[in-house]
């Protein structure tokens, strides 16, 4: 039988501070998974959300059902960052059934693992890059570039960013940008893009046929409206926020574009566990293979990584990170366009 070591802050922590490669390592020992607890989160989760979208079906008053379609939309996005945790190899990595109904819950979310793999593994390697980090994430320009564009290149910049449009991130981010347009672009490699859209509009017809446009409302369009843009939003708003930095290629470092171009995001325990520690995003770039039960003993552990960029959901702290446009070279900061 072999005995695995849980990390301890004695040997893992000291007084000199760890920087680049030598940080990344020491995050190591954080990546052991416990297959129990990675089943039992996924596992429960799912049992969770199946009762909860039950609920928005059959239960005894419409408040009822109300309740359950808020709770669903919620239960999914803890699914999602699971899915991506495994997406990922964080948890579960060597599990074949665990592979085969994270795809399935891949094409229920409007995010193949075919497109989400790649769009964000890329994210991961050029996250806070000028150039090249479009790809899986928000786009960036420059103040410069943007008052040189044309005014098509700034409408779709600028609507792409828009509060809107995040927050319709159902529409806009999950079925047109995970799903359709990689279709379109190459149908082949993204043939489960295809599949996830079917699979989608092949449930909203069920649910308008057997139980009526309340059933679409309450089981699927209220719910995916919760998840995606509640998602779409903690993607901006890790990567989009008051102090992030970005770099062209002479200044880009992995761990400085994990510390400096990730946000912590501190919200209440109960959202944590709804977003599956997902707002300890720094960590999460530093070194993505650690569960996402493990995040938080990582910020106990390592004193390096106890003074990140912090934002919140708190609205003030939304309206700053939504009122962020372009990256001002001289300023070194994003920045509004006003």
């Known amino acids: 039988m072999t005995c695995v070591l849980e990390p301890t802050k004695t040997n893992l922590t000291s007084d000199r501070v760890r920087t680049g490669p030598e940080l990344i390592l020491a995050t190591k020992p954080f990546t052991t998974d416990s297959t129990a607890k990675s089943w039992w989160c996924f596992l429960s989760t799912t049992f969770l959300l199946l009762a909860a979208v039950a609920g928005t079906i059959w239960n005894f008053h419409l408040i009822g059902r109300i309740a359950c379609s808020i709770l669903s939309g919620l239960l999914a996005l803890r699914l999602f960052v699971i899915y991506h945790d495994q997406q990922h190899h964080a948890i579960l990595p060597r599990s074949k059934l665990a592979e085969y109904m994270m795809r399935v819950f891949g094409i229920y979310a409007l995010s193949p693992s075919s497109v989400w793999r790649s769009s964000h593994n890329h994210h991961h390697n050029h996250n806070s890059k000028i150039k090249g980090s479009h790809i899986g994430s928000f786009p960036i320009m420059t103040k410069e570039h943007y008052q040189k564009a044309s005014k098509s290149a700034r409408f779709l910049y600028l609507f792409t960013r828009h509060p809107a449009t995040i927050a319709l991130g159902y529409v806009f981010v999950f079925l047109q940008g995970m799903c359709l347009l990689p279709f379109i672009r190459k149908p ?3 043939f489960d893009c295809l599949v996830s859209l079917i ?3 092949a449930i909203s017809v069920a649910l308008v046929y057997y139980i009526g446009w309340v059933g679409l409302l309450l089981t699927q369009t209220i719910p995916h409206l ?10 901006y708003a890790q990567h989009n926020f008051p102090g992030v930095s970005f770099y062209d290629k002479a200044g880009w470092t992995y761990e ?4 400096e171009s990730s946000s912590y995001m501190k919200t209440s325990k109960i959202m944590a566990w709804f977003t599956a520690n997902i707002g300890y995003h720094h960590i999460h770039h530093l070194n993505s293979r650690i569960p996402f039960y493990r995040l938080p003993e990582v910020l106990e552990a ?3 990584l106890k003074n990140p960029k912090v934002t919140t959901l708190k609205p003030l702290d939304v309206i700053r990170c939504l009122r962020l446009k372009v990256w001002d070279v001289e300023k070194q900061s994003m920045v509004g366009l006003n």
Request: without cysteine; aromatic residues 18%.
């Open 256 to 259: 400085r574009a994990a510390l």
């Open 226 to 235: 919760i998840t995606f843009g509640l998602g779409s939003y903690l993607f």
């Open 188 to 190: 082949k490699e993204h």
């Open 199 to 201: 699979v989608h509009f």
């Open 302 to 304: 390592l004193p390096e």
